[in-house]
């Protein structure tokens, strides 16, 4: 933080004990300076910590140390300077991305750093707990995966007994799940990330018959793999009003009932990314403005809606069909599209409407795309709520894209796959 433009770091103060603790009904709880701390959390990269603080989160994850936008000594000084706690993402090398769980040499090289990480970050009051590698499940056929993970567990104990140790799991994995239990039994709790299927969580624990503590430290929008593809293979994503009633959903069956093994929870995305499109999973646009799932988030967090509210959205509708129709429009011709949209405020709304390439990523567990160029020149009256859509000349899958704004820094957004034949 900063007093009269110097920056005090808080990397010698004394560290705030975390642990885990199980009462005499066997409900587990996260207990942080002997107080019981229930984890109302978000994943951010880049996004303003004062802003998330202001909406009612108490604490933030991370990917990686420094891979970030913000390098782990600052994020953690800023997250204390606003009573925000941190669990900090320790990066595992993926079997994905060509790494060896069969090469010891590389397994101490990479087990080297996680000790330096740790030594450098274990003391400051904001940490919260240790994530060791993200979704190394995923694609994964080596379970030796897991004894490493152990192996950074057992070594994070020896040099940091006050904060718990986690790694997290894509979907509800149970050979995953197994290879954890069975080999890195030094893990304090598991952590599940998951999307639309958030809500059957409780009954997959249930029915597999895990009875440790959890979080849930990824959820959110629909996932890209969960929803109708067109012809073309292109996912219809869901507005962001239907987003934000996802996240609701997922809140009151997945998260909200369960007090008995879950110790909290990191909601997916408090900033932007581009994964298959630019809106798919951030909850702010890349332009800066919030959408109407940080008016969920803020009700969960504090109990009440936000002053000002987003704008909210229905489906586009191009040449009076909707997305499932598989549209096939010809290059050249014209088209309307159309997008219906309310202010809860009465805020006075403004339009902007591009026409982007179709995403060709295939990249899994979050790896970084491409993001697909505007196509320029096809739209008339862009800044209106109903335009005319021109065909691209070159054959192929497009998406169109509607932004609404309220001009109180709030917003909304829908997009429509098509193909020109």
């Known amino acids: 933080m900063s007093f009269f433009g110097l920056h005090v770091s808080y990397a010698t103060a004394a560290p705030v004990h975390v642990e885990i603790k199980k009462d005499e009904s066997g409900n587990y709880s996260l207990v942080r300076d002997g107080k019981p701390y229930v984890v109302k959390g978000a994943g951010v990269d880049g996004a303003d910590l004062s802003v998330l603080a202001a909406h009612g989160a108490n604490s933030i994850r991370t990917w990686s140390i420094d891979g970030g936008a913000i390098p782990a000594q600052e994020l953690l000084d800023k997250a204390h300077s606003l009573g925000l706690t941190v669990s900090l993402g320790i990066d595992f090398a993926r079997e994905r991305h060509g790494f060896d769980y069969n090469d010891d040499k590389a397994i101490a090289a990479q087990l080297e750093k996680v000790k330096a990480n740790v030594l450098k970050y274990k003391d400051h009051p904001a940490l919260l707990s240790w994530f060791i590698g993200n979704e190394l499940n995923f694609d994964f056929t080596n379970p030796k995966v897991y004894d490493a993970v152990n192996d950074a567990a057992k070594l994070i104990k ?16 149970k050979k995953a ?57 292109a996912p219809v994503e869901t507005t962001s009003s239907e987003k934000a009633s996802n996240y609701a959903k997922s809140y009151v069956k997945a998260i909200e009932p369960e007090g008995k093994q879950l110790i909290g929870n990191y909601v997916f995305l408090w900033g932007q990314k581009q994964e298959r499109t630019s809106t798919w999973y951030g909850m702010f646009l890349d332009s800066g403005e919030r959408t109407e799932a940080i008016d969920v988030m803020h009700y969960v967090w504090r109990g009440s809606w936000p002053v000002n509210r987003s704008p909210r ?34 805020n006075e709304l403004q339009f902007r409407w591009e026409v982007r390439k179709e995403s060709t990523a ?26 005319t859509l021109t065909a691209p000349q070159d054959a192929g899958a497009y998406r169109l894209y509607a932004y609404v704004y309220d001009g109180k820094g709030n917003a909304a957004h829908a997009n429509f796959p098509f193909f020109v034949k």
């Open 362 to 387: 295939t990249e899994v567990g979050g790896d970084q795309e491409a993001i697909p160029p505007v196509v320029e020149g096809l739209i008339k009256n862009a800044g209106k709520q109903t335009i």
């Open 158 to 173: 020896s040099i940091d007994p006050h904060h718990p140790t986690t790694t997290t799991i894509a979907g509800f994995d």
């Open 177 to 233: 799940l197994k290879a954890i239990q069975q080999r890195a039994p030094d893990l304090d709790f598991v952590s599940f990330q998951l999307y639309a299927d958030v809500v059957n969580l409780p009954k997959y624990i249930r029915k597999f018959g895990y009875e440790g503590p959890y979080m849930i430290t990824e959820w959110g929008a629909v996932g890209h793999w969960e929803v109708f593809k067109t012809k073309w293979g």
């Open 313 to 346: 959205v229905s489906p586009i509708a191009l040449d009076e069909k909707v997305a499932f129709d598989n549209v096939y429009l010809f290059s050249g011709d014209s088209y309307e599209a159309t997008i219906n949209a309310v202010d809860p405020d009465n």
